[in-house]
Structure formats: C-alpha cells, structure tokens
Nanobody, 124 residues
Framework: QVQLVESGGGLVQAGGSLRLSCAASGRAFSRYAMGWFRQSPGKERELVAAINWSRTRVYYAESVKGRFTISRDSAKNTVFLQMSSLNPEDTAVYYC?????????????????WGQGTQVTVSS
C-alpha cells in the first residue's frame, strides 16, 4: 500500500521559515514525479511546487517563486519543501503528491497519490 506522510507543518510568524517533509513508502518512487499542493478555505487547490524523478526539472507557482524550494532524496523516498519569507497568504493545508512519470516531467495532469496533509499557519 502506497503511503505519503507529511511532517513539519506548524505555526510560524510572518517572515519565518518552515521545512516540510514527505516520506513515501509502499513502493520505489524512483520514477515518480512528486510535488506539493496547498489549499486554504475559500480558495482553489494550488500546485505549489513539483520536481521530476531525475531532479533536473522543478516547477513553482508564481506566488512562491524565490521563497520556496523543493528537493528530493530519492534514496530515502523523501521530498522536501523549504519555505522562507512566509506570509499569512501561505496559510493552508499542504499536501504531498506523487505520480508515475515515464516522461520524467515535474508537473503531471493529475497525481495518483496524496498524503493526508499538514497544516501551515502563518501569523501576521
């Protein structure tokens, strides 16, 4: 059974940083694109960042460019999201996602596997 388990969320003041982690288990994720979505009340779900399995391509939403960095440790089946210069608009539940990608792209039209989400709250 495939599982994605996020950790690292919490409460932080504006301007602060957090690092989210997502541990994948149940199979080898060496050929999987992985990423992070977020959703807050009243807003559409947003793909925040994504990375391909060879770590040569990354994607960032315009709203987080220059502030967030996605990375992965393929040997440990783990993906990270380093978030800096956080502001209250970043408050959301953050979800780790994964999907098989034989074409080695970062962004997939849909993601098959989702984590349970981790809450990030940024206070002003």
């Amino acid at each position: 059974q495939v599982q994605l388990v996020e950790s690292g969320g919490g409460l932080v003041q504006a301007g602060g940083s957090l690092r989210l982690s997502c541990a994948a288990s149940g199979r080898a994720f060496s050929r999987y694109a992985m990423g992070w979505f977020r959703q807050s009340p009243g807003k559409e779900r947003e793909l925040v960042a994504a990375i391909n399995w060879s770590r040569t391509r990354v994607y960032y939403a315009e709203s987080v460019k220059g502030r967030f960095t996605i990375s992965r440790d393929s040997a440990k089946n783990t993906v990270f999201l380093q978030m800096s210069s956080l502001n209250p608009e970043d408050t959301a539940v953050y979800y780790c996602v994964a999907d098989y990608s034989d074409s080695d792209v970062a962004v997939r039209p849909k993601y098959e596997y989702w984590g349970q989400g981790t809450q990030v709250t940024v206070s002003s």
